[in-house]
């Protein structure tokens, strides 16, 4: 799968560009706060209708205008396809093929991506809840199923925890058990699809890391959280420690148990890699990831994601540097770099120097 065309209208500092991508390397190059990263964002939210890290679609908006258009153009096996997103300050459009759809879930996956940047490091480096977003991130753009029982499961969720803040305890032990019921049901998806993917992706993480490190050292992910086989054996137990945990859950004012609170374990020679990982292992740790996730986007769909590495490269030392580039052979890539780096490319690759939000032609 290739990006051809993308096109930015009021989006961050952009306020008209058409970018033209190769499919090979593509190299972004400009000075500091010149627009590089949120030409990728762009792309990424195209993929997923997420942006990298905000949570508001408002502070997409250029600033003094009240309507962002993202827009691309792609290439699949199995033929074009058109993306296009309107951002509003309190809604968004989203149109596939020109048609507007109503569900997210139509609209995410159709391009998929694999994002790295320093910032990606949080994954190892942080708490539980940077891991869950790489895992919801990632199992959504392929599983149509996982990121429909995950806008559901949150928002059964945010209901359950508001029920459990009401002052009148007899009406949140009597509304409870209805909520569960549907709340284990969603939660059932998410932990098999979970458990699924970090079966595939750990035994391609922990090659990508051995290559990266010329088998110097060994990653070993693992999911905690013991569960039993099935949907329905998963939901059923879920619902116990639900029930188990009412007390608590008043007391403290939220949902203590389910896949919101699962984490995954990234072991780098056995020990655990958060907080005891050194800066370059973790960097290592978390590109193997995603060198993995990139590995499985192309089992799933039969091509290639876009990958799009932000920064990364003037991270890395040549050798790694190197090993990422032949890793990625034939893969579209879109990376940022400033000035002074882009010499580091070879000539194969396709520059496209950036200015104030704008392409120096
Ligand atoms: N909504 C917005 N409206 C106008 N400018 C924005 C908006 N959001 C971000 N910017 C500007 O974009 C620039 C940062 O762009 P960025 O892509 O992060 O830079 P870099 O080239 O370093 O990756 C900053 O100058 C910032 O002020
Ligand atoms: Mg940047």
Not at 34 to 44: D, I, L, M, R, S
Not at 69 to 90: C, D, K, M, W, Y
Request: charged share 30%.
């Amino acid at each position: 799968m290739i990006i051809q065309n993308l096109t930015l209208h009021n989006f961050r500092n952009y306020e008209d560009e058409t970018f033209s991508f190769t499919d090979g390397v593509n190299v972004l190059v400009g000075r500091n706060a010149q627009g590089k990263t949120n030409c990728a964002e762009a792309v990424f939210y195209l993929c997923t209708g997420a942006s990298l890290r905000i949570r508001h679609d408002k502070q997409l908006i250029r600033k003094g205008t009240d309507c962002a258009v993202l827009r691309a153009e792609t290439q699949s096996r199995f033929g074009p396809v058109a993306l296009e997103a309107h951002i509003f300050e309190n809604k968004r459009e989203l149109f596939l093929n020109g048609n507007k759809v109503s569900r997210a879930v139509d609209f995410l996956g159709n391009m998929k991506s694999v994002f790295f940047s320093p910032g990606e490091l949080r994954i190892v480096q942080d708490g539980p809840d940077e891991r869950r977003r790489f895992l919801n991130l990632s199992i959504s753009q392929t599983s149509k199923a996982y990121a429909s029982a995950l806008l559901r499961y949150n928002k059964i969720l945010d209901q359950r925890n508001n029920l459990l803040k009401e002052r009148d305890v007899g009406l949140i032990f009597e509304t409870l058990p209805v909520w569960d019921e549907q709340l284990a049901s969603y939660a059932a998806v998410l932990i098999r699809h979970r458990r699924e993917y970090l079966k595939q992706l750990s035994p391609l993480a922990a090659e990508a890391h051995s290559f990266l490190t010329d088998g110097g050292e060994e990653l070993r992910l693992s999911a905690d959280g013991d569960y039993p086989e099935t949907e329905g054996e998963i939901a059923e137990k879920l619902k116990k420690e639900l029930s188990s945990a009412y007390e608590r859950d008043v007391r403290l004012g939220f949902t203590t148990v389910g896949p919101h609170r699962d984490d995954i374990r990234i072991l780098v020679d056995g020990n655990d890699a958060r907080g005891f990982a050194s800066q370059g292992q973790t960097r290592t740790a978390a590109l193997s990831m995603k060198l993995a996730e990139l590995e499985i986007f192309k089992r799933l769909s039969g091509e290639a994601p876009v990958l799009i590495l932000d920064d990364v490269m003037s991270e890395l030392d040549l050798p790694r540097r190197k090993k990422l580039l032949a890793r990625t052979q034939g893969v579209q890539c879109i990376l940022t770099c400033t000035h002074a780096e882009r010499l580091l490319y070879g000539k194969e690759t396709h520059k496209i120097r950036i200015q104030g939000g704008r392409i120096v032609r």
